[in-house]
């Protein structure tokens, strides 16, 4: 396995959650370091739904010092996804099958593949890094009835295309791909991500369903703009939504 350089890796056997680790080794982080776990036995998803993560599947985060403000370290979710989607492309060998959803998942021939959690972490009231949780579906995914109603299929990579991938050799391609991802936003900005972004977007022209806790939107999904928020356009006109479950 390829290591990309200025990036440190600490492999477990089990943990509870790797995102529940980041925050434990906090006090001693220095760079980033990648999290890696063959088994989580407590895993998370995003609003502390559970996450199902059988054998041979993946589950990592990568623990990164936070300089910006919260909502342009926030935009590496998008970062993170394009990383998902090369690691993807780079094991298969084919780039139709993928596709990118809003906010931070990454989906096989429409069913979700993999998933994104972002949060922020730091003592005192500041936030000083930004933890990113990854969890994929590569040997096995979770039953149907596990998922909430209208949430998109669950799917893993071995059983829809026949390409079995170890784990640790996953990460490998997952942490290469991060590393170039993350220097491009760093040099550039997010308006290379944005583009590289939307040109793998599920669903850009047509109906979805934008879903808060307090709120339901529906209408055309048109772009993300340039804060990372999605844009509908709907009979008021046009909606601009920065956090919410999308539904199809």
Known sequence: MSWPQGYGLVTLESVDSTMAEAARRLPEARGPLWIFAGVQTA?????????????????????????????????????????????????????????????????????????ILLETLGGRGAASHLAIGIGVNLAAAPAAEAVEPRALRPTALGPETGVVVDPVDFLGALAAAYARREAEFAALGFAPVRTAWLAAAARIGEAVTARTGTSETTGTFETVDPSGNLVLRTPRGRVAIAAADIFF
């Open 43 to 115: 895993a998370r998803g995003r609003r502390g739904r559970p996450w199902a993560n059988p054998p041979g599947n993946l589950a990592a985060t990568l623990l990164m010092p936070m300089a910006e403000p919260p909502g342009v370290a926030a935009l590496r979710s998008f970062v993170a996804s394009l990383a998902l989607l090369d690691a993807f492309v780079g094991v298969t060998g084919r780039a139709e099958p993928f596709a990118l959803k809003w906010p931070n998942d990454v989906l096989l021939n429409g069913g979700k593949v993999a998933g």
